[in-house]
T-cell receptor, first 114, second 118 residues
């Protein structure tokens, strides 16, 4: 059974800092790895999706990497802003016949203060 | 593109009543829809997977008679919480995948429905 863990559980940084969020998964036979953002009381916003054959994806100030063999993914946020404050979730999509069933981590609550 | 809506966004009901939550794909045909549940400050837990025109597949520990799922068309899936109790209070989120998602496995998420059972 896939288990996804995110570290740290919470992170508070001053505006402008670069930061790294970590995600680890126990079963390396994933189809892809996705990073989401969730604002309080809201749904999920997809940030980046990395296919299992890829090593990283970039979008603006965000960069996500994937190392399947070690079961790790990181989300790098450059020059953080107060508007980046949210909960960040990673999710691993199952391969094989599970057709991409997602297993989510517990999330990292990010606070960027001015 | 790839917009998923949910209705209602919030619902408050009395214990013992049934509540229906709708999930719609607005600009694509969703061959597969997923229903998740999220407890406060917790992550999302998959409840069930539904394919259009067939019965839903429920995750272990999810009561199929309690949480009825219907995926009657390629743009609509409904989750009915029957005989709701306070412990059913939660944030319910749906996601949808189109034909292209068979290869990418990408899901598009709705905004969620907050259910409060008094």
């Amino acid at each position: 059974k896939q288990e996804v863990t995110q570290i740290p559980a919470a992170l508070s940084v001053p505006e402008g800092e670069n930061l790294v969020l970590n995600c680890s998964f126990t079963d390396s036979a994933i189809y892809n790895l996705q990073w989401f953002r969730q604002d309080p009381g809201k749904g999920l916003t997809s940030l980046l999706l990395i296919q299992s054959s890829q090593r990283e994806q970039t979008s603006g100030r965000l960069n996500a990497s994937l190392d399947k063999s070690s079961g790790r993914s990181t989300l790098y946020i450059a020059a953080s802003q107060p508007g980046d404050s949210a909960t960040y979730l990673c999710a691993a999509a199952a391969g094989g016949t599970s057709y991409g069933k997602l297993t989510f981590g517990q999330g990292t609550i990010l606070t960027v203060h001015p | 593109g790839a917009v998923v809506s949910q209705h209602p966004s919030r619902v408050i009901c009395k214990s013992g009543t049934s509540v229906k939550i709708e999930c719609r794909s607005l600009d694509f045909q969703a061959t597969t829809m997923f229903w998740y549940r999220q407890f406060p400050k917790k992550s999302l837990m998959l409840m069930a997977t539904s394919n259009e025109g067939s019965k839903a597949t429920y995750e272990q520990g999810v009561e199929k008679d309690k949480f009825l799922i219907n995926h009657a068309s390629l743009t609509l899936s409904t989750l009915t919480v029957t005989s709701a109790h306070p412990e059913d209070s939660s944030f319910y989120i749906c996601s949808a995948r189109d034909w292209a998602g068979l290869s990418t496995r990408e899901q598009f998420f709705g905004p969620g429905t907050r259910l409060t059972v008094l």
